[in-house]
């Protein structure tokens, strides 16, 4: 994986070299091998790398024979092999990055379309005088930009893109989303003035310094569902499982594999073993030295049973307090939950033997693994229910609940809601509208809840269209990236090719969620290769026991942070709403320990970003 930045200056002004290298210098740690930058009048482009296929070559930035053209691109194109072999090309180097140049030189833009693999990238066009941003389909890597009268920006990441625009505030306007998503889905960021290219978007700057956004791909929305035998389905499945995994293990370093001990990171280990065909197989582990919450027994038997090098490592409170403002740098958002600091040290363990790790990223948004596909019928029957009943009876009964059955009392909050897109949000939502509305002062001035309402058929079927956009691309998609990229390790999700998506979203729902099993037809795929316990043991997860870590300290830090002077939350959120949550917390009346990580995290956040925007940081 890489780094990429650029500066286009609309007003006609010479591309400051200075500022591309602090650009640079900002992505250090997703490109450490390599850095270049290149300058052409008004606009320059910067690149770091890190060196995955062509080791030797393919430094960027990149131009075609003639100059005329050049490319700074982040990614892997994973089928860049067979696209070679199709064009007429003086090629210089063996690599994917000078394959990817020659494509758009013969096919122009268009030519993304032939892509397989992960990418971001930006081509300067000197013949058309314009400039192309490209991002792959699922959004597996990010790509920001700016615009305003003066200068166009983009980068990987936000924290590269202020050398070249300045100090920037706070987008209000998506604290809702944030208080709504954990994260700020596309195309907004928390970040004034910011945006996301969207997943499987491109977008141009013409000659005229317009900005035209143009969708290539989309999830399906309404795809007519395959009249498939269930034994057909886990048939098909296996099949584009098996090719994914031969893509993802292009590369001319060590490919490792990420193993929880989960049905997903299980299956792709014993894939990728069996695919590497004794070559070897680093995989790799994190636990928390709490056997109630670990997995790491789960993670060793199948490591033993593919026969793979196993490594782990035990995260600590200590670890996590090291590691949480640091990495809401990297992150350039708030943590969306404490596992993003388990995800990192995994990244760092992973780091010392390989460069590129795989994942089983995507699965569960694909195939309907979380426990809350069994119910997604219930979002509609909540429908039935009159809101002014709803509201009175839901509320009471999720704070009746006992702290055991907090999977219910999300259910239940997700229920109140008033919409049926509202319902399906709430599933993920640390807050819900009524307390976002509270805690802001009046309603949201945009929503970003588009997805929740596009999707078409079933119930399940249109919470996993919304779940594959909103939670996957936006929230662990961006996590997964900004957590290995601290450590500059690439992370691959076989999950994620954008065929087996496809054929993810033609499948019908039963072959998904059936007889109550959550994602079937992935372990039947896997019992061809895993052990009947481990296919079928409950879904656990990363859980981080963040009540015995902070049990003594995270009353007075929440406190300072949340509610001492210098607090952004206090400033932005109705500080009497925030006390609230402060005081049930710690009286044991309420867990509100989701919706308090969030507004921690928040707060962490922005003293970081406050840091960031200052030069030289």
């Known amino acids: 994986m890489c780094g990429i930045a650029g500066v286009r200056r609309l007003d006609g002004a010479p591309v400051d070299p200075a500022v591309l290298v602090e650009m640079a210098r900002r992505l250090h740690h997703r490109g450490p091998d390599d850095a270049g930058t290149w300058i052409e009048g008004s606009t320059g482009f910067a690149h770091t790398r890190l060196s995955i296929i062509d080791l030797g070559a393919s430094v960027q930035p990149m131009a075609t024979p003639d100059r005329r053209k050049v490319i700074a691109f982040n990614g892997e194109i994973l089928n860049y092999r067979q696209l070679r072999d199709q064009l007429d090309y003086p090629f210089r180097t063996s690599g994917d990055t000078e394959t990817l140049l020659a494509l758009y030189d013969r096919h122009g833009v268009e030519s993304v379309t032939k892509l397989r693999g992960q990418f971001a990238y930006a081509i300067s066009d000197a013949d058309t005088g314009e400039l192309h941003l490209v991002r792959d389909r699922l959004g597996i890597l990010p790509l920001y930009y700016y615009i305003d009268n003066e200068v166009f920006a983009f980068a990987s990441e936000i924290k590269a893109l202020l050398p070249a625009i300045g100090q920037r505030g706070v987008d209000v306007a998506s604290l809702h989303d944030y208080l709504a998503h954990r994260s700020v889905p596309a195309p907004y960021t928390l970040v004034d003035g910011v945006r996301k290219v969207p997943q499987g978007h491109r977008l141009t700057l013409g000659r005229d310094g317009q900005v035209r956004l143009r969708a290539y791909w989309q999830i399906p929305a309404d795809a007519a569902h395959r009249d498939v035998t269930p034994e057909a389905a886990v048939r098909l499945v296996a099949d584009a499982l098996d090719a994914s995994i031969a893509d993802a293990l292009v590369a001319d370093v060590p490919v490792g594999a990420y193993l929880s001990g989960g049905i997903d990171s299980s299956l792709i280990s014993a894939l990728t073993a069996k695919a590497k065909r004794g070559e070897g197989l680093h995989t790799f582990s994190a636990g928390f030295g709490d056997p109630r919450v670990d997995e790491l027994n789960w993670a060793r038997k199948v490591a033993d049973l593919v026969g793979s090098e196993h490594h782990e490592v035990i995260v600590t409170a200590e670890d996590f307090k090291d590691n949480w403002h640091k990495l809401s740098w990297h992150r350039d958002a708030p943590l969306s939950e404490p596992a993003d600091v388990a995800v990192f040290k995994l990244a760092e363990l992973a780091r010392t033997q390989v460069k590129v790790v795989l994942s089983g990223e995507g699965s569960d948004e694909l195939f309907g693994g979380y426990p809350k596909y069994r ?243």
Do not use: C
Request: charged share 25%.
């Open 375 to 617: 119910f997604a019928q219930a979002t509609r029957w909540a429908g039935l229910i009159p809101a002014p009943l709803r509201g009175r009876i839901l509320p009471r009964l999720e704070r009746a609940l006992p702290a055991s059955q907090s999977r219910l009392g999300v259910a239940v909050r997700a229920m109140g809601e008033g919409s049926s897109a509202e319902r399906m949000r709430g599933w993920f939502a640390p807050f819900t509208e009524r307390e976002r509305d509270g805690l802001l002062g009046g309603p949201a001035v945009r929503s970003a809840i588009a997805p929740y309402q596009r999707g078409r058929g079933d119930a399940l079927s249109r919470m996993l269209y919304a779940d594959s956009h909103a939670w996957l691309a936006d929230n662990l998609l961006e996590r997964g990236d900004r957590m290995s990229m601290a450590a500059s390790l690439e992370l691959r999700p076989p999950f994620l090719d954008h065929r087996l998506v496809e054929l993810a979203f033609s499948l019908p729902s039963s072959v998904k969620v059936r007889n109550g099993v959550t994602k079937w037809v992935v372990k039947e795929v896997a019992r061809a290769h895993l052990p009947g316990d481990v296919v079928d043991r409950a879904k656990s997860g990363f859980k981080v026991p963040l009540d015995a870590w902070f049990r003594d300290g995270l009353r007075e830090m929440a406190n300072d942070l949340l509610t001492g002077p210098s607090s952004f939350v206090a400033g932005q959120l109705d500080p009497a709403a925030v006390r609230k949550l402060l005081d049930e917390h710690h009286a044991g009346t309420r867990n509100e320990q989701p919706r308090l990580w969030t507004l921690l995290s928040l707060e962490v956040w922005h003293r970081e970003f406050a840091k960031a925007s200052q030069v030289g940081a």
